[in-house]
């Protein structure tokens, strides 16, 4: 499957046609792109969700060569035909050798583990709009870190980006070679006003369903909301939580069904 026009194909596949929601409304963020519709962490999952308007949270490690590369586990094994190797331990040319995509469904054969670079080029020409791209970073070294500065200054996508999952002290180097750069956490409520304490974070990003009033205080002190509610399961494919996350006024969601809440979102809108 050609990675470059997947995207419309497989809104066609989806029987889904890409509409707007209220400007209101969080931004989906789509765990790994759309990890239950096509093969994670790959240009065809994150080309349809830019389609859709949805935002996309995406991993980033590094090869044995330097390349950042798009994938979830250290291991090869599970999303590709590499076996049980590290992909710290593999360089790119043997890496983008590798098949991403049969481990899902024939139709993805030939499928590839995308680089940073090419994800980021493909965010900037498709993307509609702002939107939230959470760069979850899973392993860099310290000239990852200046590759990852300069492709977000390269692309101009520091306002969509940010990172999180990294140490202290790498979101510390990053903000020093680019203070434009934004880093985000996971935080619970017992540690909200311990993490606004410290002043180190630009994103919340909340493991517990908030009260509008603190979603409110957190935007007052320049906070940008979101709530991580990703994760499969019925636990997680939840209207009633979808609703009182929409109703609270975070800025985005990150969940494994974004199609799914956006339909429960659009039933509850006016004229519907």
Not at 117 to 127: A, M, P
Not at 167 to 172: E, K, L, P, V, Y
Not at 196 to 207: H, N, P, R, Y
Request: some cysteine.
């Amino acid at each position: 499957m050609k990675q470059c026009n997947v995207g419309m194909g497989l809104l066609v596949v989806l029987g889904f046609i890409p509409q707007v929601l209220l400007a209101s409304d969080p931004v989906l963020i789509a765990h790994r792109g759309l990890l239950r519709h096509a093969p994670e962490n790959t240009l065809p999952a994150f080309s349809t969700c830019l389609d859709l308007g949805l935002g996309i949270e995406l991993d980033i490690r590094t090869t044995k060569d330097g390349e950042l590369v798009i994938i979830h586990d250290d291991s090869l094994q599970r999303t590709t035909n590499g076996g049980a190797r590290s992909i710290r331990d593999v360089t790119w040319a043997e890496a983008q050798r590798l098949d991403a995509g049969s481990w899902f469904a024939p139709e993805f054969a030939g499928t590839r583990i995308p680089t940073l670079e090419q994800t980021l080029k493909l965010i900037k020409s498709r993307k509609r709009g702002k939107t939230i791209i959470a760069l979850n970073i899973k392993q860099l070294n310290p000239e990852g870190e200046r590759t990852l500065i300069q492709l977000l200054e390269k692309y101009e996508l520091f306002e969509d980006c940010f990172g999180f999952d990294q140490g202290a002290a790498m979101s510390q180097r990053l903000k020093q070679l680019n203070a434009r750069f934004r880093v985000g956490q996971n935080v619970n409520r017992k540690s909200l006003d311990a993490r606004l304490k410290e002043g180190q974070l630009d994103v919340f990003l909340l493991t517990f369903v908030p009260e509008k009033s603190e979603v409110e205080r957190l935007k007052q002190k320049g906070i940008q909301v979101l709530f991580n509610f990703g994760g499969a399961g019925e636990a997680r494919r939840n209207p009633p939580v979808w609703k009182q996350i929409r109703a609270a006024g975070v800025e985005g969601m990150l969940t494994d069904y974004p199609l799914e809440c956006r339909q429960v979102w659009r039933g509850d809108q006016p004229g519907s």
